[in-house]
């Protein structure tokens, strides 16, 4: 008996340190794709270009990201969760090089869709590890897990990055990245067990794109969908892109102390999960907890927006414009109001069939980074022909909407 219980206890610190491995590759992906929060008025004065340009052009990494979901799970399948991820970690490092060495638009955009497509298995590498190993309960407990370590990388984004940035260049963060990629790998080679493939789907992965898609856009998703569209997008986008100039060209703070509010963001983002997780299920109203946050989200991007030089909120209480701090609280309620996402997996999993519940959730993964792609492209345009207060009205106005169709296509389900 003693020896089957520590050899039990021997395989669950294994399974421990490997899925720790693997959710370091998840953090570093956070990392890489929020570098530009602060860091996008050096890229763009070294490459010659506008800003909002240069901001439409960091789209392709989700673009890249997105479109590789299907194929990469499709990998995973056949060939194992190891040899997947060290491969994709193999590319991380070659992206995170070529951004880092790109001279131009051309060879940043290069380094940008290697980067979308190498880091867009690293979520989902630990979540399908521990898929096969744990129970459903502590599946629970470990995507939690998994994801609090991801974001993470978000943390090393904000004021540690904008150090590096102030002292070092742009160029740091991408070859700290791909630094940080080789010791991940290596952990990842270490650590991570082989296990044999499990050939569930033998169809092409365009096949599996069309199912997953066709399904995405049936009546019972339609509206999980749409919200999906728009939901990671909003804090995404916030977070990664526009947050930095937002909080330097309009509020007039230094890099660190922009990188300081973005990482107060990026805690109240790993905190709402858990948040409103105990609120669902104290209340067991899904629906309205969804509907209630993202609306309120898109209100406090409103407000946001009109605390600026001259807008309504500042003339409302009298100052030219709203002081720093009225941002941090905002950043802070989005952080958290945002974090319902996750409660869109359960719904997608309670309106679909058992068999083709996998396919709901990849559809709704796909919905996520497409919408982050989409909305990164639209709002450089809307910087470049209208300013930052409208991206932020914009992204609150396609929030509301998402949150309109969400609740026409799901009232027969309420």
């Known amino acids: 008996m003693t020896t089957a219980a520590n050899d039990a206890g021997i395989a669950t610190r294994a399974l421990i340190f490997a899925l720790l491995a693997l959710a370091c590759g998840h953090m570093l992906s956070t990392l890489l794709r929020t570098i530009p929060a602060v860091s996008l008025d050096l890229m763009a004065a070294d490459f010659?270009?506008?800003?909002q340009a240069l901001a439409s052009l960091t789209s392709i990494y989700h673009f890249a990201f997105?479109?590789?979901?299907?194929?990469?799970?499709?990998?995973?399948?056949?060939?194992?969760?190891?040899?997947?991820?060290?491969?994709?970690?193999?590319?991380?490092?070659?992206?995170?090089?070529?951004?880092?060495?790109?001279?131009?638009?051309?060879?940043?955009?290069?380094?940008?869709l290697l980067l979308g497509i190498a880091t867009s298995g690293m979520l989902m590498c630990p979540m399908t590890l521990a898929a096969k190993q744990l129970s459903a309960a502590r599946f629970g407990l470990w995507s939690g897990a998994i994801l609090s370590i991801g974001n993470i990388g978000m943390l090393l984004s904000s004021s540690p990055l904008a150090f590096v940035i102030d002292h070092y260049g742009w160029r740091a963060g991408f070859w700290i990245s791909a630094f940080g990629g080789i010791l991940v790998a290596l952990?990842?080679?270490?650590?991570?067990?082989?296990?044999?493939?499990?050939?569930?789907?033998?169809?092409?992965?365009?096949?599996?794109m069309i199912e997953v898609v066709r399904l995405g856009l049936s009546r019972p998703l339609r509206g999980l969908i749409a919200l999906a569209l728009v939901s990671l997008a909003s804090s995404l986008v916030l977070r990664g892109l526009w947050g930095g100039p937002w909080l330097m060209q309009i509020k007039g703070l230094t890099r660190v102390e922009a990188g300081n509010q973005l990482g107060a963001f990026t805690l109240a983002m790993i905190a709402g999960p858990l948040c409103i997780g105990m609120v669902d299920r104290r209340l067991g109203r899904r629906r309205e907890l969804v509907v209630g946050t993202h609306a309120f989200a898109a209100l406090l991007l409103a407000l946001m927006a009109l605390g600026a030089p001259h807008l309504a909120v500042a003339w409302l209480f009298g100052v030219t414009v709203m002081p720093p701090y009225y941002d941090l609280a905002l950043f802070v309620l989005i952080g958290l109001s945002t974090s319902a996402q996750p409660l869109l997996f359960g719904m997608s999993r309670q309106l679909v069939d058992a068999q083709v519940a996998?396919?709901?959730?990849?559809?709704?993964?796909?919905?996520?980074f497409l919408g982050t792609a989409l909305m990164q492209s639209l709002t450089?345009?809307?910087?470049?022909?209208?300013?930052?207060?409208?991206?932020?009205?914009?992204?609150?106005?396609?929030?509301?909407?998402?949150?309109?169709?969400?609740?026409?296509?799901?009232?027969?389900?309420?």
């Open 48 to 51: 010659h270009m506008e800003p």
């Open 358 to 368: 996998g396919k709901a959730l990849a559809a709704l993964n796909l919905a996520f």
């Open 380 to 414: 450089g345009a809307v910087a470049a022909l209208a300013g930052l207060p409208a991206v932020l009205l914009f992204m609150a106005a396609a929030l509301a909407l998402g949150v309109l169709i969400f609740l026409t296509y799901t009232r027969a389900n309420s």
């Open 66 to 112: 997105a479109a590789a979901q299907i194929p990469v799970g499709a990998a995973m399948d056949r060939f194992g969760v190891r040899p997947v991820s060290l491969s994709l970690l193999a590319g991380t490092v070659f992206g995170a090089v070529a951004s880092g060495f790109a001279t131009g638009p051309e060879s940043f955009a290069l380094g940008q």
């Open 187 to 208: 952990a990842v080679f270490a650590l991570v067990p082989n296990q044999p493939a499990e050939h569930k789907d033998d169809s092409s992965p365009l096949a599996q």
